[in-house]
Protein backbone atom coordinates (compact mmCIF):
# COMPACT_ATOMS: atom_id res chain seq x y z
CA UNK A 1 0.00 0.00 0.00
CA UNK A 2 0.93 3.49 -1.08
CA UNK A 3 -0.01 7.17 -1.06
CA UNK A 4 0.32 6.89 -4.54
CA UNK A 5 -2.65 5.65 -4.72
CA UNK A 6 -4.58 8.69 -3.80
CA UNK A 7 -2.38 11.16 -5.62
CA UNK A 8 -4.43 13.80 -8.30
CA UNK A 9 -3.67 16.55 -10.35
CA UNK A 10 -2.37 19.74 -8.91
CA UNK A 11 -3.69 22.82 -9.39
CA UNK A 12 -3.86 24.94 -12.32
CA UNK A 13 -3.39 28.17 -11.25
CA UNK A 14 0.74 27.48 -9.87
CA UNK A 15 3.53 30.16 -10.42
CA UNK A 16 6.03 27.54 -11.46
CA UNK A 17 9.43 30.12 -10.83
CA UNK A 18 8.39 29.99 -7.35
CA UNK A 19 8.54 26.48 -6.81
CA UNK A 20 11.44 25.66 -4.38
CA UNK A 21 10.72 21.98 -4.59
CA UNK A 22 8.67 19.28 -6.47
CA UNK A 23 8.22 15.48 -5.91
CA UNK A 24 5.64 15.17 -8.73
CA UNK A 25 2.23 14.05 -8.39
CA UNK A 26 3.34 14.60 -4.24
CA UNK A 27 4.00 17.61 -3.32
CA UNK A 28 5.11 21.25 -3.38
CA UNK A 29 7.04 23.93 -1.35
CA UNK A 30 6.97 27.56 -2.82
CA UNK A 31 9.43 30.40 -2.40
CA UNK A 32 6.97 31.75 0.53
CA UNK A 33 6.82 28.51 2.28
CA UNK A 34 3.77 27.38 1.13
CA UNK A 35 3.44 23.52 0.93
CA UNK A 36 0.72 22.26 -1.18
CA UNK A 37 0.08 18.51 -1.65
CA UNK A 38 -1.12 17.46 -5.17
CA UNK A 39 -3.40 14.76 -3.83
CA UNK A 40 -6.65 14.38 -1.99
CA UNK A 41 -6.29 12.66 1.36
CA UNK A 42 -9.68 11.85 2.68
CA UNK A 43 -9.71 11.58 6.55
CA UNK A 44 -12.09 9.76 8.11
CA UNK A 45 -13.04 8.92 11.54
CA UNK A 46 -12.19 6.38 14.13
CA UNK A 47 -15.46 3.64 13.82
CA UNK A 48 -16.41 0.18 14.82
CA UNK A 49 -16.14 -1.40 10.73
CA UNK A 50 -19.12 -3.54 9.72
CA UNK A 51 -16.53 -5.52 7.23
CA UNK A 52 -13.76 -6.41 9.78
CA UNK A 53 -15.65 -6.07 13.20
CA UNK A 54 -12.33 -4.17 13.78
CA UNK A 55 -12.97 -1.15 16.99
CA UNK A 56 -11.15 1.84 16.33
CA UNK A 57 -10.46 4.71 18.25
CA UNK A 58 -8.05 8.30 18.46
CA UNK A 59 -5.51 8.36 21.60
CA UNK A 60 -3.89 12.34 21.99
CA UNK A 61 -0.19 11.42 23.28
CA UNK A 62 1.56 14.28 23.60
CA UNK A 63 -0.74 17.56 23.81
CA UNK A 64 2.00 20.28 23.40
CA UNK A 65 2.91 18.58 19.52
CA UNK A 66 -0.48 17.42 18.73
CA UNK A 67 1.05 13.85 18.49
CA UNK A 68 -1.93 10.97 18.40
CA UNK A 69 -1.96 7.36 17.33
CA UNK A 70 -5.46 5.73 16.40
CA UNK A 71 -5.61 2.20 18.07
CA UNK A 72 -7.68 -0.94 16.40
CA UNK A 73 -8.54 -3.67 18.26
CA UNK A 74 -9.97 -7.34 16.39
CA UNK A 75 -13.38 -9.16 17.34
CA UNK A 76 -11.19 -11.93 18.74
CA UNK A 77 -9.81 -9.67 22.04
CA UNK A 78 -13.31 -10.24 22.78
CA UNK A 79 -14.49 -13.80 21.42
CA UNK A 80 -10.99 -14.88 21.97
CA UNK A 81 -9.91 -14.06 26.08
CA UNK A 82 -5.67 -13.58 25.52
CA UNK A 83 -3.30 -11.38 24.87
CA UNK A 84 -3.07 -9.78 21.66
CA UNK A 85 0.26 -8.82 19.63
CA UNK A 86 0.86 -5.44 19.87
CA UNK A 87 2.01 -4.10 15.96
CA UNK A 88 2.97 -0.56 15.63
CA UNK A 89 2.24 0.90 12.40
CA UNK A 90 4.21 3.45 10.30
CA UNK A 91 2.70 4.93 7.70
CA UNK A 92 4.56 5.81 3.75
CA UNK A 93 4.44 9.08 1.89
CA UNK A 94 8.29 10.12 1.90
CA UNK A 95 7.65 11.40 5.27
CA UNK A 96 5.41 14.23 4.20
CA UNK A 97 1.93 12.47 3.04
CA UNK A 98 -0.50 10.67 4.62
CA UNK A 99 -1.89 10.61 7.97
CA UNK A 100 -3.22 7.67 10.43
CA UNK A 101 -6.98 8.69 9.71
CA UNK A 102 -6.33 8.58 5.60
CA UNK A 103 -9.05 6.28 4.48
CA UNK A 104 -6.31 4.59 2.31
CA UNK A 105 -4.25 3.45 5.15
CA UNK A 106 -7.91 3.18 7.52
CA UNK A 107 -9.07 0.52 5.22
CA UNK A 108 -5.64 -1.14 5.35
CA UNK A 109 -5.36 -1.42 9.30
CA UNK A 110 -8.74 -2.81 9.95
CA UNK A 111 -8.06 -5.56 6.82
CA UNK A 112 -4.45 -6.13 8.79
CA UNK A 113 -5.95 -5.59 12.50
CA UNK A 114 -8.75 -8.64 11.55
CA UNK A 115 -6.51 -10.76 9.89
CA UNK A 116 -3.36 -10.69 12.24
CA UNK A 117 -5.78 -10.99 15.25
CA UNK A 118 -3.28 -7.80 16.67
CA UNK A 119 -3.75 -4.60 18.65
CA UNK A 120 -2.73 -2.16 16.11
CA UNK A 121 -1.51 1.40 16.83
CA UNK A 122 -1.13 3.77 14.05
CA UNK A 123 1.29 6.36 14.58
CA UNK A 124 -0.21 10.23 13.15
CA UNK A 125 3.24 11.42 13.69
CA UNK A 126 4.17 15.03 12.50
CA UNK A 127 4.80 15.53 8.54
CA UNK A 128 7.75 17.46 6.63
CA UNK A 129 8.39 19.85 5.74
CA UNK A 130 6.64 21.71 8.30
CA UNK A 131 7.91 19.31 11.47
CA UNK A 132 11.05 18.28 9.28
CA UNK A 133 13.09 15.27 10.29
CA UNK A 134 13.99 14.17 13.42
CA UNK A 135 10.32 14.73 14.15
CA UNK A 136 8.99 12.01 12.60
CA UNK A 137 11.84 10.01 14.32
CA UNK A 138 11.12 11.56 18.04
CA UNK A 139 7.53 11.19 17.44
CA UNK A 140 7.68 6.94 16.89
CA UNK A 141 9.96 6.84 19.75
CA UNK A 142 7.56 8.59 22.13
CA UNK A 143 4.90 6.79 21.17
CA UNK A 144 6.96 3.42 21.40
CA UNK A 145 7.46 4.53 24.85
CA UNK A 146 3.90 5.14 25.51
CA UNK A 147 3.35 1.87 24.58
CA UNK A 148 5.88 0.20 26.54
CA UNK A 149 4.28 1.76 29.52
CA UNK A 150 0.73 0.41 28.81
CA UNK A 151 -1.01 3.42 29.83
CA UNK A 152 -3.83 2.80 28.10
CA UNK A 153 -6.54 0.30 29.04
CA UNK A 154 -6.88 -1.67 25.81
CA UNK A 155 -2.81 -1.92 25.73
CA UNK A 156 -2.97 -2.81 29.64
CA UNK A 157 -5.82 -5.54 29.84
CA UNK A 158 -5.17 -6.71 26.45
CA UNK A 159 -1.68 -6.18 24.79
CA UNK A 160 0.96 -8.86 25.08
CA UNK A 161 3.80 -6.49 26.03
CA UNK A 162 6.38 -9.10 25.34
CA UNK A 163 5.25 -9.71 21.69
CA UNK A 164 5.21 -5.75 20.14
CA UNK A 165 6.39 -5.26 16.66
CA UNK A 166 7.13 -2.75 14.51
CA UNK A 167 5.76 -2.23 10.93
CA UNK A 168 5.82 0.43 7.85
CA UNK A 169 6.38 0.94 4.62
CA UNK A 170 8.40 3.01 2.34
CA UNK A 171 9.28 6.21 4.16
CA UNK A 172 7.82 4.26 7.27
CA UNK A 173 10.12 1.07 6.90
CA UNK A 174 13.05 3.83 7.16
CA UNK A 175 11.72 4.99 10.13
CA UNK A 176 11.55 1.27 11.70
CA UNK A 177 14.64 0.76 10.89
CA UNK A 178 15.67 3.66 13.12
CA UNK A 179 13.33 2.85 15.59
CA UNK A 180 15.29 -0.34 16.06
CA UNK A 181 18.85 1.52 16.02
CA UNK A 182 17.71 3.21 19.05
CA UNK A 183 16.32 0.51 20.79
CA UNK A 184 19.81 -1.39 20.10
CA UNK A 185 21.43 2.02 21.99
CA UNK A 186 19.26 2.31 24.72
CA UNK A 187 19.80 -1.57 25.56
CA UNK A 188 15.89 -2.49 24.79
CA UNK A 189 14.11 -4.95 22.15
CA UNK A 190 11.06 -5.37 20.61
CA UNK A 191 9.67 -8.88 19.00
CA UNK A 192 10.22 -7.57 15.65
CA UNK A 193 10.45 -5.28 12.42
CA UNK A 194 8.41 -5.23 9.66
CA UNK A 195 9.95 -3.25 6.78
CA UNK A 196 8.27 -3.47 3.44
CA UNK A 197 9.46 -1.34 -0.16
CA UNK A 198 12.17 0.80 2.76
CA UNK A 199 13.10 4.22 1.72
CA UNK A 200 17.12 3.50 1.71
CA UNK A 201 19.09 5.38 -0.21
CA UNK A 202 22.75 6.65 -0.71
CA UNK A 203 25.46 9.11 -3.08
CA UNK A 204 26.49 6.24 -5.35
CA UNK A 205 24.09 4.06 -7.47
CA UNK A 206 23.57 0.56 -6.58
CA UNK A 207 22.23 -2.83 -8.49
CA UNK A 208 19.36 -1.17 -11.22
CA UNK A 209 19.33 2.35 -9.90
CA UNK A 210 21.13 4.09 -12.70
CA UNK A 211 19.14 2.01 -15.39
CA UNK A 212 16.03 3.56 -15.62
CA UNK A 213 15.75 4.21 -19.51
CA UNK A 214 12.55 2.54 -20.83
CA UNK A 215 11.44 1.36 -17.32
CA UNK A 216 8.00 2.83 -16.23
CA UNK A 217 8.59 3.46 -12.11
CA UNK A 218 6.65 5.04 -9.33
CA UNK A 219 9.73 6.45 -8.39
CA UNK A 220 12.73 8.18 -10.05
CA UNK A 221 16.81 8.48 -8.74
CA UNK A 222 16.55 12.52 -9.16
CA UNK A 223 13.68 12.76 -6.87
CA UNK A 224 14.80 10.77 -4.20
CA UNK A 225 17.97 12.23 -4.39
CA UNK A 226 16.30 15.44 -3.13
CA UNK A 227 13.72 14.53 -1.44
CA UNK A 228 15.83 13.59 1.71
CA UNK A 229 17.54 16.68 1.85
CA UNK A 230 14.29 18.44 1.33
CA UNK A 231 12.44 16.13 5.03
CA UNK A 232 15.40 16.05 6.61
CA UNK A 233 17.48 19.50 5.84
CA UNK A 234 19.46 19.08 9.07
CA UNK A 235 21.24 16.00 6.82
CA UNK A 236 24.97 15.55 5.76
CA UNK A 237 24.02 13.68 2.77
CA UNK A 238 22.96 11.13 1.23
CA UNK A 239 25.13 8.60 3.27
CA UNK A 240 23.65 10.04 6.34
CA UNK A 241 23.18 6.49 8.33
CA UNK A 242 19.52 7.59 8.42
CA UNK A 243 18.81 6.84 4.82
CA UNK A 244 21.95 4.60 3.86
CA UNK A 245 22.23 2.22 7.05
CA UNK A 246 25.14 0.14 5.57
CA UNK A 247 26.96 3.32 4.55
CA UNK A 248 30.60 3.34 5.42
CA UNK A 249 30.80 4.34 9.11
CA UNK A 250 27.24 3.81 10.21
CA UNK A 251 26.51 1.81 13.23
CA UNK A 252 26.46 -1.59 13.04
CA UNK A 253 23.22 -3.19 11.69
CA UNK A 254 24.08 -5.85 14.75
CA UNK A 255 23.10 -3.97 17.35
CA UNK A 256 19.64 -3.43 15.67
CA UNK A 257 16.43 -3.55 19.09
CA UNK A 258 14.65 -6.89 18.06
CA UNK A 259 14.80 -10.81 17.83
CA UNK A 260 12.93 -10.84 14.35
CA UNK A 261 13.32 -8.77 10.65
CA UNK A 262 11.17 -9.32 8.06
CA UNK A 263 11.89 -7.25 4.84
CA UNK A 264 9.61 -6.65 1.67
CA UNK A 265 10.24 -5.60 -2.30
CA UNK A 266 8.96 -5.54 -5.13
CA UNK A 267 10.97 -6.55 -8.41
CA UNK A 268 10.11 -3.55 -10.22
CA UNK A 269 11.07 -0.58 -7.60
CA UNK A 270 13.59 1.68 -7.29
CA UNK A 271 14.26 1.10 -4.05
CA UNK A 272 14.39 -2.97 -4.69
CA UNK A 273 18.51 -3.35 -4.55
CA UNK A 274 18.59 -1.61 -1.05
CA UNK A 275 16.17 -3.58 0.87
CA UNK A 276 18.17 -6.57 -0.49
CA UNK A 277 21.27 -5.12 0.45
CA UNK A 278 20.32 -4.12 4.07
CA UNK A 279 19.04 -8.04 4.04
CA UNK A 280 22.16 -9.25 3.54
CA UNK A 281 23.98 -6.71 5.23
CA UNK A 282 22.10 -7.13 8.47
CA UNK A 283 22.44 -11.14 8.29
CA UNK A 284 26.44 -10.74 7.93
CA UNK A 285 26.85 -7.91 11.08
CA UNK A 286 26.64 -10.67 13.46
CA UNK A 287 23.42 -9.63 14.62
CA UNK A 288 21.93 -12.88 16.36
CA UNK A 289 18.39 -12.44 15.56
CA UNK A 290 16.17 -14.15 12.43
CA UNK A 291 15.56 -12.16 9.33
CA UNK A 292 13.01 -13.32 6.54
CA UNK A 293 12.93 -11.91 2.81
CA UNK A 294 10.37 -11.86 0.45
CA UNK A 295 10.99 -10.35 -3.21
CA UNK A 296 7.53 -9.81 -4.98
CA UNK A 297 7.59 -10.33 -8.92
CA UNK A 298 6.63 -8.15 -11.51
CA UNK A 299 5.42 -5.80 -8.80
CA UNK A 300 6.87 -1.67 -8.63
CA UNK A 301 7.19 0.71 -5.12
CA UNK A 302 3.10 0.14 -4.05
CA UNK A 303 0.55 -1.59 -5.77
CA UNK A 304 -3.45 -1.60 -5.44
CA UNK A 305 -5.04 -2.86 -2.37
CA UNK A 306 -6.81 -6.18 -2.70
CA UNK A 307 -4.70 -7.63 -5.64
CA UNK A 308 -3.28 -10.99 -5.49
CA UNK A 309 0.28 -9.38 -4.50
CA UNK A 310 -0.78 -7.12 -2.04
CA UNK A 311 -2.88 -10.44 -0.64
CA UNK A 312 -0.04 -12.31 -0.70
CA UNK A 313 2.41 -9.71 1.45
CA UNK A 314 -0.53 -9.46 3.72
CA UNK A 315 -0.66 -12.83 4.62
CA UNK A 316 3.18 -13.18 5.03
CA UNK A 317 3.24 -10.27 7.08
CA UNK A 318 0.52 -11.87 9.48
CA UNK A 319 2.41 -14.97 9.44
CA UNK A 320 5.31 -13.51 10.72
CA UNK A 321 3.36 -11.65 13.97
CA UNK A 322 1.75 -14.76 14.88
CA UNK A 323 5.11 -16.76 14.27
CA UNK A 324 3.87 -19.52 11.84
Known amino acids: ?16 HDIMFEFPGAIRLYRSGR ?8 LVPPSADPVTCVQSKDVTINPTTGLSARLYLPLSAI ?22 SSSIYHNYMNSLTAKAGVLSVSINYRLAPENPLPAAYDDCWEVLLWVFA ?10 DLEKIFISGES ?30 WGKDRIGDEGAESGKERFLKAENIDQLWPFACPETTGLDDPRINPVAEGAPSLA ?36 A ?4 LEDEDHGFKPGSLKAVELMDRIVNFFNDL
Open 1 to 16: MNSSTTSSSSSPNTDT
Open 35 to 42: VERLFHDE
Open 79 to 100: TIPKKLPIVISIHGGGFCLVHS
Open 150 to 159: AIDPWMSKLG
Open 171 to 200: SGANIVHNMGMRLGRERKKVEGLVMVFPLF
Open 255 to 290: TLGCRRVFVGVAERDLLRDRGRLYYEKLKESGWEGE
Open 292 to 295: EFLE
